[in-house]
């Protein structure tokens, strides 16, 4: 059977691929931040998932205004890496993995009435590589398939943090049910504080995301119960991207191990947050 090897929260800033892709890790502005990930590198190293499914939002990249899945999940056999303006980041396309993908949408869509979008072909943006390139570095094939679980955080109305809870422990009900002995981790990227644009643009609010890190673990279900409004004033516009993190959480087991966690101000104009949880 499939096994839940444990579970990743990270931001997912795009300056940090760019850090990443030109060589800037060990520049005095980034080097504490990617100090800082070693141990989570250490992890995955050590765990060796056989895929990751990556949750993550779409930055109006491969869907826009014209059509905004609330959950869609990739289901191709590869997912390049999107265009953002620059040209494509230098990094591997993902390889994806269409029969956990599938078997991961009949689950949640028959047994858990989670209506995915399921989509046969999919380029991803920084919202997935940038996770992938924090834990993996730079090889020239990522070592494991990649199944991307994308959320509509940037169009109103997303999803309530307390549906992202829900959908994660559907999540797990599907990732259990899979026949194949491979091992599994889940990713929840965006987040922490930022916003990006208008009045309050460079918004960071540290002892709100400090608080964030120490209820993933421990009080998930109140994180659960936090509105958009709440999220929208403390952790800003963008900010709101942390609701994916419970999809992550609610993945696992109610009693979780911390095996790592880094906090770091600022990634550009934004607050980096990373936790590594394994089930306790
Ligand atoms: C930025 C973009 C993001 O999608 C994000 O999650 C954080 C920061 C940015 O453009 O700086
Ligand atoms: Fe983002």
Known sequence: MARLVGGVATSHVPSI?????????????????FDGVMAAREWIGKVRPDVV????????SRFGLDMTPTFAIGVADEFPPHDEGYGPRPVPVCQGDPALAWHLAESLILNDEFDMTMVGEMTVDHGLTVPLSLMFGQPDQWPCRVIPLCVNVIQYPQPTAKRCLRLGRALRRAIDSYGPDIKVAVFGTGGMSHQLQGERAGLINAPYDRQWLDRMAHDPLSLAQIGHEELLREAGSEGLEI????????????????????????????AYGLLVLEDA
């Open 243 to 270: 609701i994916m993190w419970l999809i992550m959480r609610g993945a696992l087991n109610e009693a979780v191990r911390e095996i790592h966690r880094f906090y770091h101000v600022p990634a550009s104009n934004t």
């Open 53 to 60: 499914i990556v949750i993550y939002n779409d930055h109006a």
């Open 17 to 33: 691929g760019a850090a990443i892709d030109h060589g800037k890790t060990q520049e005095p502005y980034w080097k504490p931040l």
